[in-house]
């Protein structure tokens, strides 16, 4: 079955800390994978993608996500997290055909310690 | 600015009432889709549409209804037949080629009075 896991509902950092949220994902075909973030009450915004190529990707805000196949991880990094930062931030999972759907991950709520 | 335009922003409900969420796109964007958020439960879907007038159902239909009569348009009903529809909705598009993720708009916060 299609499936995306956020082990960590919630996760507190300290402002200017490095922070890494985890992501699986289980899926039959070539996937790509998405990192999206949410604060209160708005819709959700693109961090970052990963289709192909370089596994390493860079997104907005100096996000970055690394997409490892052996262990269907694609975990988003930034070195040093600021208040603003403080948000959920959802995984999400799909394939290149025309009646694919993306799955999401349950969240994980980021909070910053000043 | 292209974008989606979800209203109203908040909404509240009448026991027994149905009441119409309204999502509109200037993106051009051939797919739209209608989430549900509630918490600690992620994003559900309720209904999609990859073109004009078609529609599908998605994780938990039963209790909507969807209609695509334009492209740009994608109004959701929630009916008197959805028990509990107190949560935050969310329209998304997407262009059907490519590798895109969805666009959101700024979603809808229903509450049942």
């Given at each position: ?31 790509y ?65 025309r009646?694919d ?6 969240g ?7 | ?12 409900r ?23 958020q509630?918490?600690g ?57 490519g590798?895109?993720?969805y ?11």
């Amino acid at each position: 079955a299609q499936s995306v896991t956020q082990p960590d509902i919630h996760i507190t950092v300290s402002e200017g800390a490095s922070l890494e949220l985890r992501c699986n994902y289980s899926y039959g075909a070539t996937p790509y994978l998405f990192w999206y973030v949410q604060s209160p009450g708005q819709g959700l915004q693109l961090l970052l993608k990963y289709f192909s190529g370089d596994t390493l990707v860079q997104g907005i805000k100096g996000f970055e996500a690394e997409f490892k196949r052996s262990q269907s991880s694609f975990n988003l990094r930034k070195p040093s997290v600021h208040w603003s930062d403080a948000a959920e931030y959802f995984c999400a999972v799909g394939a290149l055909n025309r009646d694919d759907k993306i799955i999401f991950g349950k969240g994980t709520r980021l909070h910053i310690l000043p | 600015d292209g974008g989606i335009t979800q209203s109203p922003k908040y909404l509240f409900r009448k026991e027994g009432q149905n009441v119409t969420l309204s999502c509109e796109q200037n993106l051009n964007h051939d797919a739209m889709y209608w989430y549900r958020q509630d918490p600690g439960q992620g994003l559900r879907l309720i209904y999609y549409s990859q073109i004009v007038n078609d529609f599908q159902k998605g994780d938990i239909a039963e209790g909507y209804s969807v209609s695509r009569e334009k492209k740009e348009s994608f109004p959701l009903t929630v009916t008197s037949a959805q028990k509990n529809p107190t949560a935050f909705y969310l329209c998304a598009t997407r262009p059907t080629r490519g590798v895109y993720g969805y666009t959101f708009g700024s979603g809808t916060r229903l509450t049942v009075v």
